[in-house]
Nanobody
């Protein structure tokens, strides 16, 4: 079973950018789909986007054109590049696959 550790969150002003990282331990080639999710206070965890093992990415409408998922197999890391951030993007962000989640990383968008 894989284990996931996210990092890269922080405080950013509206319109700014952040790149989140998700480092995977275990067999990364067993991962068919990696997802990025987020959860705001009082809300359920929601899907942000996914990347398949073939590199196909999909995003929810609210982040299309602003967020991008990538990966570096050599570094065993998936990334979520976020740009043009909005206050409504404030949440704890998680990567997840195979029913496994990381601990999350807080992203706060505020002036």
């Amino acid at each position: 079973q894989v284990q996931l550790v996210e990092s890269g969150g922080g405080l950013v002003q509206p319109g700014g950018s952040l790149r989140l990282s998700c480092v995977v331990s275990g067999n990364i080639f067993s991962i068919s789909v990696m997802g990025w999710y987020r959860q705001s206070p009082g809300k359920e965890r929601e899907l942000v986007g996914t990347m398949s093992s073939g590199g196909i990415t999909r995003y929810v409408d609210s982040v299309k054109g602003r967020f991008a998922i990538s990966r570096d197999n050599a570094k065993r890391t998936w990334y979520l590049q976020m740009s043009s951030l909005k206050p409504e993007d404030t949440a704890v962000y998680y990567c997840g696959t195979q029913g496994v989640w990381g601990q999350g990383t807080q992203v706060t968008v505020s002036s």
